[in-house]
Every structure is written in structure tokens, then in C-alpha cells.
């Protein structure tokens, strides 16, 4: 979506398009512009048709060099002609995910800073920040060592303006190369609630909610609903659910609406006076993650994101392919 990567020796051939087109504008200055303007109508295209679609851009992770001081490697506003600056001041992207492939370890690109440096100007700018991580090269090399990739993570993880990161690719994962899964289902163990867009201003009305023993009917207008346990005095996530039911236990819940907007609710809070915390040794999915609750439960999550009844009998986890169901053998 920008221009390509410089190669020695070949050049991009748009002089007789800019003769005829870039006005008085310098050959960098009408490239920049024709990609802005080609985010701007994306961005319009997504808001006309999904309003409620996050629409952002994973540019290099240098945007110059010298931004910020120490940093070296590719300009991508003068090479790429890639300004995302400026489409996180004129609001044409809600979210930014700059690919910080390097090693915290490497002099020129050093991770700390360049993520530091991007924070400030998505906030600046009202904009979502995530870090794309390159994932694929663990285990590569003695650089991109399993404590190299949780490295990373955890800098993500502590630092409040970072809202999550995208990992590339799935590979890894799906390997469980290095075991890096384990690591995933125990910093990644509870339910993440999509972050609103930044824009949005419609607050989904709560969620009527009737309680029958430990089975609660939902309905509401939203997306899904975010689902709460009092856990001495704090309200923690426990589970997204996309149906109308869920089994809870005994405790006190608080239930609310998440909008498809990513704005939530004020919480209808209940009281469960039956059933028990779910027990037993974590199962495991047929494609490689960990239960939420570590064990069998009242309630698994779907292949598909939906929430369903579990059973008493702990013991493999599977996926019914037909339904996309996660239960308990």
C-alpha cells in the first residue's frame, strides 16, 4: 500500500503520471500525497459501509531516521513516501501497529526507544497504539531466543499505552515452537475486551439480565457481553460471551454490553447463590490453547467465540468440528 522497498538499480516508473499530475508539487511530496489520499478514502470506504470497523495501518518501525535520536535504518517518508504521522493527525486510521522486528538488543534500532517514540505520537494524536512483533524469527537465531520474544512481550505488557500486540505470523504458534504457547496461556489467560474506537460516542444501553439458579439469560443491543466476578472487592474479566446464556457460580457478577463500537455499558450486577469455581488440571484445544479457567468448568468457550455449557467430566478438551463446541470429553 505504499511505494516498494528501494532496490539498486530500479526505479519506480511514474515520471510521465507525475508530469501529468504533480503539479507543482516536489516528486516525494505528490507520492506522499497520493498515499495519504488513498488512506483517507479507505478510511471513508470503512466508515460509510462497517462504522464499526477498526481501520489501521502496520507501517515500518522507523519513521525517519533520527526520530527519535540514535535511531538509524530505512526512511520510510522518504523512501517508502509513507507519512503515518499524518494520517494519525487527520484521524484516517484508528489504530497504528509499527512493525518493531528487531531484537531489544540491536544498536540503531533499539526497541525501547522506537516504541517509547510511536506511543507518544499515537496519543498525541488520539490514536490506539500496538506493536507488531516478528514472531516468526523465534528460535531463528541466538538473537531471537524465546526470552528475546517474552522480552518484548513484557515491555508491551507494562507499558499503559500499549493496547496489545500483533504477532507475526501464526506459524510459531501453531508449532508451539519453543513452547512459546505456555507462555501466551499464562500471560494471556484472561478475556481482552476489544478497545473502543477512538472516535465513538454510543454507549450500548445495560443488558437485561434473569438469573435462574446459575444459568443467566442475557439481552441486550451489542456486540457481546462482558462478563465480571467480584473478586474481593475488584471486578475481574471472566469471559466474553457472544450468546443469550451463560452458567456462572456461585459469587456476585457484574454483566454488561459491549457495543460493536468497543464502548461498554454500565454493569447489571447479580448474585449467583449455587455451584462451585471451576477445578482440575488445564485441557487443552484440538489447534493449541488453554482454557481461560485453567480446567473443566460450567462453561467453555466455541471455536467460533461463543460461550457453552460444559460438563461435570473433566478430561480432553475438544473441538466438535460440526459446531465449532468446546467441551469436555
Not at 508491551?156 to 508451539?176: M, N, S, W
Not at 476489544?194 to 437485561?208: F, G, L, M, R, S
Not at 459491549?258 to 454500565?266: A, F, K, Q, T, Y
Request: charged share 20%.
Amino acid at each position: 500500500y505504499f511505494y516498494p522497498y528501494p532496490q539498486a538499480g530500479i526505479d519506480f516508473p511514474d515520471d510521465a503520471t507525475y508530469a501529468a499530475h504533480g503539479g507543482g508539487l516536489s516528486l516525494g511530496d505528490w507520492r506522499r500525497q497520493n498515499v495519504n489520499q488513498m488512506v483517507a478514502a479507505v478510511m471513508t470506504l470503512v466508515r460509510d459501509i462497517r462504522p464499526e470497523v477498526r481501520f489501521g495501518i502496520a507501517p515500518f518501525g522507523i519513521y525517519r531516521p533520527g526520530m527519535p535520536e540514535g535511531i538509524t535504518g530505512l526512511d520510510q517518508w522518504a523512501q517508502l513516501f509513507a507519512d503515518p504521522l499524518a494520517w494519525m493527525e487527520t484521524g484516517d486510521v484508528d489504530y497504528i501497529a509499527p512493525q518493531l522486528y528487531w531484537p531489544t538488543t540491536q544498536a540503531g534500532q533499539e526497541y525501547g526507544l522506537l516504541l517509547d517514540w510511536w506511543a507518544v505520537e499515537a496519543l498525541a494524536n488520539g490514536r490506539d497504539f500496538y506493536i507488531g512483533n516478528y514472531l516468526s524469527k523465534l528460535g531463528t537465531t541466538s538473537a531471537w531466543s524465546r526470552a528475546e520474544i517474552e522480552e518484548q512481550l513484557r515491555l508491551a505488557r507494562e507499558d499503559p499505552r500499549v493496547l496489545g500486540t500483533i504477532q507475526y505470523q501464526i506459524e510459531p504458534l501453531v508449532e508451539d515452537r519453543d513452547s512459546i504457547t505456555s507462555y501466551f496461556a499464562v500471560h494471556n489467560a484472561t478475556p481482552a475486551s476489544t478497545p473502543p474506537i477512538p472516535d465513538a460516542d454510543e454507549v450500548p444501553d445495560p443488558p437485561v439480565v434473569t438469573v435462574a439458579g446459575a444459568q443467566v439469560t442475557l439481552s441486550g443491543a451489542g456486540r457481546y457481553y462482558a462478563v465480571y466476578l467480584d473478586e474481593e472487592g475488584s471486578w475481574v474479566i471472566s469471559r466474553l460471551v457472544h450468546g443469550d446464556q451463560a452458567t456462572l457460580y456461585r459469587g456476585r457478577w457484574a454483566i454488561s454490553v459491549v457495543g460493536r463500537n468497543g464502548l461498554e455499558s454500565l454493569g447489571v450486577v447479580v448474585a449467583i447463590e449455587e455451584g462451585e469455581p471451576p477445578t482440575g488440571d488445564p485441557c487443552t484445544h484440538s489447534y493449541g490453547g488453554v482454557y481461560v479457567n485453567g480446567g473443566c468448568s460450567a462453561s467453555y468457550q466455541c471455536c467460533d467465540g461463543v460461550w457453552e455449557a460444559g460438563t461435570d467430566v473433566c478430561g480432553a478438551c475438544v473441538c466438535v468440528e460440526a459446531t465449532g463446541t468446546i467441551g469436555c470429553e
